[in-house]
């Protein structure tokens, strides 16, 4: 009979990680804002570009073998947005791409999609981004208008709000 021996070998990884040292959370932290704001700029032209692609789409004609197809180019430009502006913190831009969403996933396939919605927001959108930081106030006023935009074509049920 033979006997197997193993003898475990400690990987270079476990090592670095009982080891002590490493940076802090707040140097850690620091270093990631300082990576963000490298990113800043890029995150703006994407942002930008997308919606320069949403504002620039058109509905689908009327004898379009699949008009679902224009829309769903619209959710993905304004998720796009999303992507884009969320890590820096652009809460009015994403709130904006998000009700946008909702709308397009609320809308029935089967119907004609009213594309005034679209175009609305991507202006709202152009308009956000345009604005200096603080104008806060005009931008509550967009996203309250957008709002009842979205309250209005997704009626919440009774007892829901």
């Not at 270079?12 to 802090?24: C, N």
């Not at 620039?56 to 884009?84: F, G, M, W």
């Not at 991507?122 to 981004?129: D, G, P, R």
Request: aromatic content about 2%; some cysteine.
């Amino acid at each position: 009979m033979s006997v197997v021996v193993t003898i475990p070998r400690k990987s270079r990884l476990s090592t670095l990680i009982d080891k002590p040292g490493g940076v802090s959370v707040g140097v850690a932290l620091v270093q990631a804002r300082t990576n963000l704001e490298a990113l800043n700029l890029r995150s703006v032209k994407i942002v930008a570009d997308r919606i320069t692609e949403l504002v620039k789409l058109t509905p689908p004609a009327a004898d379009d073998p699949d008009p679902q197809a224009r829309r769903q180019k619209a959710y993905e430009l304004s998720n796009a947005v999303i992507d884009a502006a969320h890590p820096f913190e652009r809460d009015d831009l994403c709130s904006v791409a998000a009700g946008l969403c909702d709308l397009i996933d609320a809308a029935p396939a089967g119907r004609p999609f009213d594309w005034r919605i679209v175009t609305v927001h991507a202006q709202a959108m152009q308009l956000i981004l345009s604005l200096p930081p603080e104008a806060a106030d005009v931008r509550r006023e967009i996203l309250a208008s957008l709002g009842q935009v979205l309250a209005k074509k997704i009626p919440t049920p009774a007892g829901e709000a």
